[in-house]
């Protein structure tokens, strides 16, 4: 028995020394150290390698941080831990297979730790779940794509009102649902002023409110794309 936990601190002395080690490196992934991360044994002090990873994440750009194909995995497979609060990008397209990604998205802040993100995408998915969470729970955006997901009139009133939306630079809700209602939200709210890219092409927006976007004063610098509106009877 004593051999046996002494094998064990070694182990773990060795594993400490093996993420020390990556971490030093110039050139070390992003994605070697979140598989470190992702593979840590949860009786080895899985919250103290969090930890270390944390104090030397900003050497890897926001953009950069996001899912490694292992970590797809372990998401796929329902396997989720604390070490995903080191994300900065989540695109939730990686994990398709996964039916109610909103659901996954619950476990990722509950479970998962995420609270803060500089990017989110997904598309085909259900947006009028999602954008609540992401609203309530998430801070730091500046990068949001929900497209082809059913986004509603509500769905966009429900960002346009979310204080955690402030630091949003480009915001992009193509092919969804979206009507003048939910156009107007956008347009009047007071955390959207600084977008620098807006796309609301394939929605349902009238010629009217497709004029006022366009020439709205608060996105003179933007981007704007609105491309075809669908009638009211389309998709």
């Given at each position: 028995?004593?051999?046996?936990?002494?094998?064990?601190?070694?182990?773990?002395?060795?594993?400490?020394?093996?993420?020390?080690?990556?971490?030093?490196?110039?050139?070390?992934?992003?994605?070697?150290?979140?598989?470190?991360?992702?593979?840590?044994?949860?009786?080895?002090?899985?919250?103290?390698?969090?930890?270390?990873?944390?104090?030397?994440?900003?050497?890897?750009?926001?953009?950069?941080?996001?899912?490694?194909?292992?970590?797809?995995?372990?998401?796929?497979?329902?396997?989720?831990?604390?070490?995903?609060?080191?994300?900065?990008?989540?695109?939730?397209?990686?994990?398709?297979?996964?039916?109610?990604?909103?659901?996954?998205?619950?476990?990722?802040?509950?479970?998962?730790g995420v609270t803060r993100l500089e990017s989110f995408t997904t598309r085909y998915d259900l947006g009028e779940e999602l954008i609540p969470r992401?609203?309530?729970?998430?801070?730091?955006?500046?990068?949001?794509?929900?497209?082809?997901?059913?986004?509603?009139?509500?769905?966009?009133?429900?960002?346009?009102?979310?204080?955690?939306?402030?630091?949003?630079?480009?915001?992009?809700?193509?092919?969804?649902?979206?009507?003048?209602?939910?156009?107007?939200?956008?347009?009047?709210?007071?955390?959207?002023?600084?977008?620098?890219?807006?796309?609301?092409?394939?929605?349902?927006?009238?010629?009217?409110?497709?004029?006022?976007?366009?020439?709205?004063?608060?996105?003179?610098?933007?981007?704007?794309?609105?491309?075809?509106?669908?009638?009211?009877?389309?998709?």
């Open positions: 028995m004593r051999m046996k936990r002494e094998r064990h601190f070694l182990d773990q002395k060795a594993r400490f020394a093996g993420l020390a080690a990556l971490l030093e490196r110039p050139d070390a992934p992003w994605n070697e150290a979140l598989n470190c991360l992702a593979r840590w044994p949860a009786e080895q002090e899985p919250e103290r390698a969090i930890v270390i990873v944390e104090a030397a994440v900003d050497r890897w750009p926001a953009g950069l941080r996001g899912l490694s194909r292992f970590v797809v995995q372990q998401l796929v497979g329902g396997e989720l831990r604390p070490y995903l609060r080191v994300l900065r990008a989540l695109d939730l397209r990686r994990v398709w297979s996964v039916k109610r990604r909103d659901l996954l998205l619950a476990r990722m802040i509950e479970e998962g992401l609203a309530r729970s998430i801070s730091g955006l500046r990068s949001l794509e929900i497209g082809g997901s059913g986004v509603s009139s509500g769905g966009a009133e429900a960002l346009a009102l979310a204080p955690g939306l402030a630091g949003l630079v480009s915001l992009s809700l193509h092919n969804n649902h979206i009507r003048d209602d939910g156009a107007e939200a956008l347009l009047c709210s007071p955390w959207l002023s600084g977008l620098r890219f807006l796309n609301l092409h394939g929605n349902r927006l009238s010629p009217t409110m497709v004029e006022r976007i366009a020439a709205a004063p608060r996105w003179q610098a933007a981007r704007i794309v609105l491309g075809c509106q669908r009638g009211p009877g389309s998709w």
